[in-house]
């Protein structure tokens, strides 16, 4: 465990890329969840299987295959992300990094999807029924009477999805990010020696951020727990 003790500079460089992913991919598929689920649930029949053939194949997609078409086979075909080129104090924001945040967005908006649409599911029909009687139309209904309750509803299985979110972050250090996952890769690759103490303080990293993450989902299921 020296070895990581010795090099907190790097640990918090590479906990700096892990929660970068972490961040922007699960607002960007939450965003995208949240229409998909409109979607689903919606009046438009060709909308409904357009989302339902999203969510199937991605949801069958390993994430690795995903994460590999956006690195290496989307600037084949025009999916170039050239464009981004930002430098955050000493985290670089590039276009392997977005390609990666892309795949983890688009990979995650499925089981958003699936997560939210549980919780639409679970609002009682006649409150959709009632807000149509009144005049407001599909928009309207979804935004103002099903979304605020199927958010609340749908809180513990969107905690586990973005709990997974967070560990799927490890398969890009294979793809050229300096993450925790490629930083304990090298760590254990200098100092084979220090293996089992370098697993366990890795481990013990993302115990706690996963911790971090139940804390607030409990937190939020609580204030917003229906009688």
Do not use: H
């Not at 392997?96 to 009682?124: D, K, Q």
């Amino acid at each position: 465990m020296d070895i990581v003790l010795d090099n907190l500079d790097l640990m918090g460089r590479a906990l700096g890329y892990t929660l970068l992913f972490f961040v922007i991919a699960a607002v960007l598929s939450l965003t995208l969840g949240t229409v998909l689920a409109a979607m689903r649930v919606g009046p438009v029949s060709v909308l409904r299987r357009a989302a339902a053939a999203y969510v199937t194949l991605v949801r069958n997609t390993p994430l690795l295959v995903v994460l590999l078409f956006f690195r290496v086979a989307g600037p084949k075909v025009g999916l170039n992300f050239s464009f981004v080129d930002l430098q955050l104090g000493q985290w670089r924001i590039n276009n392997i990094f977005a390609a990666l945040v892309v795949g983890l967005s688009i990979y995650t908006a499925a089981f958003v999807c699936e997560a939210l649409r549980s919780g639409i599911n679970a609002v009682p029909l006649g409150q959709a029924e009632a807000a149509r009687a009144i005049g407001l139309p599909f928009g309207g209904v979804m935004t103002q009477v099903v979304l605020p309750q199927a958010i609340r509803a749908s809180v513990p299985p969107m905690a586990s999805v973005q709990i997974a979110l967070l560990k799927n972050t490890t398969v890009c250090g294979a793809l050229g990010v300096v993450e925790l996952f490629a930083r304990m890769r090298s760590f254990t690759n200098n100092d084979p020696t220090q293996r089992v103490g370098i697993f366990i303080a890795f481990a013990a990293l993302f115990v706690v951020l996963v911790l971090i993450v139940s804390f607030v989902a409990n937190r939020l299921e609580r204030r917003w727990r229906i009688a």
